[in-house]
């Protein structure tokens, strides 16, 4: 299985990127980011492109892929309504549209969040915003397209937060994060449950368009 992932330097994107390298099943993985990863790896291609409205210019790299893990995302602190849908809808689609059109069997995978509002019309803005990035991905034709909502994420390997408040919360509070999954299992996920959840839905479909903790849990055990 040949994948392109974005975002690979946050959090969620790192964590899916490490278990696609580690994975038998998946040969080859395009990372397409601002920025050079620091590290290599036989298994990894890496693009760096500034401009994420417009794909044109390296359209012909996207060719042949069986799967697309869409990890990049941004905080809507301190933000308004029209840069939120800027860095997240715009940007997400810029990338999701030439893809659906260049390979029509992919699996696209988008990482959006608990709470998000598919009927585009509550009070919350990111909410608001998440939900309209779902509903048009999931009508642009790809062969199957999965929104993954993780709730608490626990990051393994190493892998640290870009987020400066998230990353506080992690190395202060994690005990608390810790005795929320005690308390409530099926509501943390990690980051290796993330990456391999996203590996096996690709592989073999699921029957939820919507991943959910719960599902995470599920798909990261196979």
Known sequence: ?????????????????????????VDRVLSIGRSELEMNHPKLIQVVHKDFSDFS???ENLRGYDACFLCMGVSAAGLSEDQYTKMTFDYTLALARP??????????????????????????MWARVKGKTENTIAQLGFSQSFMFRPGAIIPLRGIKSRTKLYQFVYDYFMWLVKLVKLIA????????QIGLAM??????????FIIDPVDILVLGEK
Do not use: F, W
């Open 199 to 208: 590996i096996n839905v690709s592989k073999s479909g699921y029957d939820n």
């Open 57 to 59: 210019s390296i359209k």
């Open 185 to 192: 299992p099926n509501s943390v996920v990690n980051t290796t």
């Open 1 to 25: 299985m040949k994948v392109i992932i974005t975002g690979a330097s946050g959090m969620v994107g790192k964590g899916v990127l490490l278990e696609c390298l580690d994975h038998p099943d």
């Open 99 to 124: 893809l659906s059109e260049l390979n029509p069997g992919m699996t696209c995978i988008y990482v959006s969040g608990q709470g998000t509002d598919s009927s585009e019309k509550g009070r919350s």
